[in-house]
């Protein structure tokens, strides 16, 4: 698994993997997924053997069940009984249809001896959710005051918490394939939705605008790179940046919106607010992680809360998983429970 590590942010939508060759108690040789397009993590360990013949009679440790199909690159499966491993021990089964548990019977076929630790899943959440699921991990996260607010008043941007709840966020972007925001944010964060440090591969970025006929161009977001993707209920017909997309439906719902990611083969998303659009996900049941930051202030007053318009019938509970405090902040992480 810290072999695995190494590709983080790197990998997009691949999973992390890690491998390791080992023959009479000894590590031969190292590997892992470098990033997306690249060699896997077994070819890549294979690669540092000094001999491939050093293989015969080895074991293979890797994270994920070895791919058998023909993908960016060739099917990994074949390489291993070629090369004649004993022995493979993978950290779980690959939940991708393309192979799922069929280069395990394949090798076992092969008289090679596998086993599953079923150890590694918690490496690759949004991965594995998005192949269970048929859709993305949604993430939502706001940041309020201790009265539960996320802004002053209507119509104006607060700062809340501090630079460590800043850097945080942005680990928390550069952790998804896709941002989500609304209009109401838009205009009043006039955020970039960036990731500073510049990935390789830069979550998506999407915005809800009910009526998207003329776009303000001057909004900083426009002036970013990276595909940008606006979801209206109006054409545009400006003349827009190569990078913006305009899709356009009657009604944007939460479901339509995760069916167009999933479409895009989107594993993971974070919700960013405003407050509309973290009440109409969560009345639509669609949410699976709460990422809240708690800064030490109280707004009172007019403030706006930070879940607002949309009833809940039924309350829904969330485990906490991880309580961190992040300078003077608070950071709350939860998962849904059913
Ligand atoms: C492995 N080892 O290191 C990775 C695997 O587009 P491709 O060719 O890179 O294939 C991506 C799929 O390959 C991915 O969805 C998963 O099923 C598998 N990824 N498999 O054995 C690796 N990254
Ligand atoms: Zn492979």
């Not at 079923?118 to 690759?124: A, L, T």
């Not at 991965?127 to 859709?135: G, M, V």
């Not at 939460?254 to 996900?281: D, V």
């Amino acid at each position: 698994m810290d072999q695995a590590q190494n590709g983080l942010g790197q990998t997009w939508q691949n999973p992390l993997v890690g491998a390791v060759i080992v023959k009479n108690g000894q590590i031969l040789a190292k590997g892992y997924h470098h990033r997306f397009g690249d060699k896997h993590a077994e070819i890549d360990a294979i690669s540092h053997l000094k001999n491939e013949k050093a293989a015969i009679g080895a074991t293979l440790y890797v994270t994920l069940e070895p791919c058998r199909h023909q993908g960016k690159t060739p099917p990994c499966v074949d390489k291993i009984i070629e090369l004649g491993f004993k022995r493979v021990v993978v950290g779980q089964i690959d939940p991708n249809p393309l192979v799922a548990g069929k280069s395990v019977e394949r090798m076992k076929q092969c008289d090679i001896q596998v086993t599953n630790l079923d150890n590694s899943k918690s490496m690759n959440l949004a991965y594995n959710f998005y192949y269970q699921n048929s859709r993305p991990l949604i993430t939502l996260k706001y940041a309020m005051s201790l009265d539960g607010k996320i802004n002053q008043r209507n119509g104006e941007r607060t700062r809340l918490t501090g630079n460590d709840t800043f850097q945080d966020t942005q680990k928390l972007r550069l952790m998804n394939q896709a941002i989500l925001i609304g209009e109401n944010t838009l205009k009043v964060d006039n955020p970039q939705l960036t990731v500073r440090c510049n990935p390789t591969f830069p979550p998506l970025r999407i915005v809800l605008i009910r009526n998207a006929q003329k776009l303000d161009l001057q909004q900083a977001i426009f002036q970013s790179k990276g595909p940008i993707y606006i979801l209206t209920s109006y054409e545009n017909t400006q003349v827009l940046p190569e990078n913006v997309h305009v899709l356009v439906d009657e009604a944007w719902t939460p479901k339509k919106i995760i069916h167009f990611l999933a479409q895009q083969g989107i594993q993971s998303l974070l919700i960013e607010g405003g407050s509309h659009i973290h009440a109409n996900f969560i009345k639509s049941g669609l949410v699976d992680n709460l990422v809240v930051y708690i800064a030490p202030k109280l707004i009172g007053g007019t403030g706006l809360p930070s879940v607002w318009g949309q009833e809940i019938f039924e309350m829904m509970n969330f485990k906490i998983k991880q309580i961190v405090q992040l300078g003077a902040d608070v950071k709350i992480s939860a998962r849904r429970v059913y």
